[in-house]
């Protein structure tokens, strides 16, 4: 059972609007608006304890998850969502020791779930051409541990990806379709390649393409998440919610 | 690059409603109304070949994915969709080491998906009463290659959970409710506990069984799949769904 | 409270699946698997009778609804749903005295329900080039009494509507862009005109052309209609459902 | 060609977010943060023109349809929404003529939209408690010329109905199970009752009190409204979206 160090990441929560993620050793102290939360004070603690803010307010410290994690890299790009990523891991088959491509790196959250999923044995190479990008998910990747099982490349993908016999490719950008002949090149036979298709457009010109060139068993769907309140005597759906993400394009190689 | 060996699975595809799932050894030949496929023909040869059948018709051979091979696991029991196992996945952060619960084993399909995701050193401890289910499920994983990350219990979670300081919890039971206390103790403090409930009443109690056994960050949501038909000029979603599988509960544990 | 007459229609019903909508006169024996009904007896009765076939099983005698109606219609073209010709009546304001274009009649299902709100004052003007679809709705039309409130039009919208200063106009085409201007020839200033576009392509084009030919107000909606089955103790979705009818655009003219 | 008159109700509309629905009399200067509208300036005019604001702004004048003034409603009590509004007035087959009970009148919106549907022969009775509410309903109805189809009686609904041999009935309140026993009396044997429920709760409660009160062809249903951004070559659907608004329950009565 680990206790919280001085160099964790905790989840400080109250509900699905107030929680904060922090280092302990980067946030000494916690100001919210309920109070101040001494976070060094929790170090040799369990997770999941309850702690007092300076205002007497109650707050819960969680050991962040995967998704509390990826949820934070998204800043100036779009997130990529669980619903969405959990399905692509699936689909893909994405486990320990896979080796995966992507483009483009964007934030680094799909690339980070990727990692945690192809870890420690796998490698997700992440081509992306803008160095900005890759340096915010470089730091995200680092912070959280994943870095080691990400390889970067600051490269346009178009000219040539350098990886062969690959497990599974993500792609996350604006044109797949220009994607889809290096990334044959570079995967095995047989294996999936995924794409996250925010229009119809895109998707549509995806699948077309994927078969010109020798892709089977295509697919297209798109993932609806639906929040529930579960109360007693009153569920229901929540009155609102995120409509739509993307549209996921999957396809297998032929030889 | 693997090749098709005498032992392997391949996944025999021409369409999405027109595929056969076998090893090559126990179906020497596979007869479909598209004619005669010599699958002993196959070895040595690689994945994403195409092939033909004594009828002239052509087939893909794709290696099998997690995807394939779990929505094969499901006979007598409910199915438990990509959609729903990628996103229990991601929440839960089940990956390589990772160390579950789950209750019931049913028909495995689910076991099989996280003994994949948390291969090669993770663990699944799968509770359920039934050893005609667990027998069903112990064949497929062994099948599969999936047996050694998967220790099967054909015994009560309810009277007990045997482990501690568990990673996450995944209960698929008719009454879930029944098994928050055994698996509170089970947990490590701060995991994830998730449940599988087709009905909303059976989500609206468990919710306030996990409220008051001291659970936080509760959350329930249904995940709706829908199939797309990405044609040139013609794209729409398919004109038919599955509605509904189950609602997902999602809570961690305080201490 | 009018009784059931010779010549009235009836909906004989046992559950969702079993029901047959029939006319007394011509229907005097009613034959299903459940047995006979002698329906000549029941002249004279009160709609909501429980009655007994020769098997003595129980069938109920409902009064038949415009959606009863409406979904009996459609045979070699789409049906339109309950769900999307409710919403064309409520954004188009369809009710009695409106005058309304339509195109094209197809099995006359959207043009009874459109009569029937406009009905005792209003006309739904409907062009088709298909003398069949037009044979086959009159025929519909005056079986249910609604062929007062329908002119029907075999001849092609595209090279003129005659009407002027219609109320609303439906287009339910292939190529509703096609329409666009003769429709808004047709149409009263200010007034809506609404579409039914299977695919996306076909919404995406038809929202560019009334863009471009001065409507304002555009807007594209889906609407998912999912059942729920309520049983106590044991409410959710239904497993499957109608994923996908139409997109529905609609846009209102500008002098 | 009705033009504009100083009594007539206009919909000054920029965009779906910036449109303001008035009355040229009652407000002879319209003020937005576009600049100032005479509206007094557009007496004798057509809809559908084109105007300018103080600042050189363009605006369009509309024609409210039913849906702008049904929306204009709700403001103490939650809104109904057209979709369901529609389906409500098509399954209940509302239309010239028709006699329907409502409970409670709440906003008056639903109120309105089945009076629209009934008129000019038919008449919406409509009970509520609050006498709030229902001055509030009067007053909306009677400015959009809605009264004369609409008989408000301050009233508990669940101590008795006085009409007999109604068309449809629509409950619109908490505990709508209440309110079968008296609807049942109220209406016409084979007649449609409606109930409007927000939870499944409530959903569920009332299916069983219709099957125990002698209610057929029960049938649970929520309509999703998805809006599409329908762009050239960007077409995707909205990100954001109301989730849920009620879930609608229907039942027929038997003698």
Chains 1, 2, 3, 4 share one sequence.
Not at 160 to 169: K, N, S, T, V, Y
Not at 187 to 193: D, F, K, Y
Not at 203 to 224: K, N, S, W
């Amino acid at each position: 059972m680990p206790k919280i160090e001085a160099d964790s990441f905790i989840l400080v929560y109250r509900d699905k609007r107030r929680k904060w993620l922090v280092r302990v050793s980067e946030t000494p102290k916690l100001h919210t608006h309920l109070g101040i939360l001494d976070c060094t004070s929790l170090v040799g603690k369990d997770y999941g304890t309850r702690v007092l803010t300076t205002l007497n307010d109650e707050l819960v410290i969680l050991k962040p998850t995967l998704e509390d994690i990826v949820m934070k890299f998204a800043r100036k790009t779009q997130v990529i969502y669980p619903k969405d990523i959990g399905m692509i891991i699936v689909k893909c088959g994405i486990h320990s020791g896979s080796r995966v491509f992507e483009a483009g790196t964007g934030s680094g959250a799909a690339t980070a779930a990727m990692a945690y999923a192809a870890a420690p044995e796998g490698q997700v190479y992440s081509y992306d051409l803008s160095a900005e990008f890759q340096a915010g998910a470089r730091r995200n990747l680092e912070r959280f541990g994943l870095a080691k099982n990400v390889t970067l490349k600051n490269q346009d993908a178009k000219a040539g990806i350098e990886e062969r016999d690959l497990d599974a490719a993500l792609i996350d950008m604006g044109d797949p379709w220009e994607l889809v002949k290096p990334v044959r090149e570079a995967l095995a036979p047989s294996a999936m390649l995924a794409a996250i298709c925010p229009t119809m457009n895109q998707a549509e010109r995806l699948v077309q393409t994927l078969h010109d060139e020798g892709f089977v068993a295509t697919e297209t769907l798109e993932l609806i998440a639906r929040n529930i309140e579960a109360r007693p005597g009153m569920t229901r759906p929540s009155m609102f919610m995120v409509a739509h993400t993307a549209y996921l394009v999957f396809g297998r190689k032929l030889l």
